[in-house]
């Protein structure tokens, strides 16, 4: 706070000093947000207030916010914004929604059945562009622990095999029917989380992507002209 002061004054703290004031100021404002915000930087985003862009991912309004000295003083800079956010779906709808399956999931499972005409390596190649690193729930089980995808496999639930700790061979789908629950979707890919050295194979219909994550990666041409329509705020408004 002297450092700023001795700023606004005009006798000036040594130099980088009133940076590191106000980035401090702007950290304990921003945490009287942060119960009611998603932080993103110096942009605060209302939860739960997406507008579907298509793609799985949603925008979500809000305001960014910085401190400034001026010759009047100490002066907060508000405006509005937006940013995009993936949707909280299950993985296979998000996966539909990738591949624009108009048919929604049943057109995804029945493109991954049909031999003459499966789910490509270049289908494949698209879905983990976007779901690698990104976090999922599991619905299998009762737990808040959260797991990343690595990547979607090749093999599908019917198809990928294990070895339990007695030395038993299972494969993923029947493992599930035997522990857990019978899957609606046994013919699509697993998703694959862990680390390289012990990759777990999960059915894809057990994974939701769990909500409050921002889309980092640069958005396609659709969801950019959705955003554009959505933010476009005349002056006076905003």
């Not at 000036?12 to 947000?33: D, I, N, Y």
């Not at 910085?66 to 296979?92: C, E």
């Not at 976007?130 to 299998?140: A, K, M």
């Not at 808040?144 to 639930?157: C, E, G, L, Y």
Request: aromatic share 8%; glycine share 8%; proline share 5%.
């Amino acid at each position: 706070l002297r450092s700023i002061s001795s700023l606004l004054s005009g006798i000036g703290p040594r130099e980088g000093e009133h940076e590191k004031a106000l980035q401090a100021l702007e950290v304990v404002l921003g945490s009287t947000l942060a119960d009611r915000f998603a932080a993103v930087g110096r942009g605060y985003f209302f939860k739960g207030s997406g507008i579907d862009i298509g793609q799985g991912c949603e925008a979500w309004h809000g305001f960014y916010q910085s401190l400034r000295p001026t010759q009047s003083g100490l002066t907060l800079n508000v405006d509005i914004g937006a940013t995009a956010f993936y949707r909280a779906l299950p993985i296979p709808d998000f996966c539909a929604e990738l591949l624009n399956c108009r048919g929604g999931v049943r057109e995804l499972y029945e493109r991954a059945r049909d031999r003459t005409h499966p789910i490509s390596d270049r289908d494949r190649a698209i879905i983990n562009r976007e779901v690698r690193n990104l976090r999922v729930n599991v619905t299998h089980r009762d737990t808040t622990r959260s797991f990343v995808i690595r990547r979607i496999a090749k093999n599908t639930a019917n198809e990928q095999s294990f070895k339990d700790q007695d030395g038993k061979e299972w494969t993923v789908a029947k493992y599930f029917s035997e522990r857990y629950v019978k899957l609606k979707y046994p013919d699509l890919p697993c998703v694959v989380t862990g680390n390289p050295s012990n990759p777990i194979a999960l059915p894809m219909e057990v994974c939701t992507v769990l909500a409050g994550q921002r889309r980092a990666k640069r958005l396609l041409s659709s969801q950019t002209a959705s955003m554009i329509r959505l933010t476009a705020t005349r002056p006076r408004e905003r």
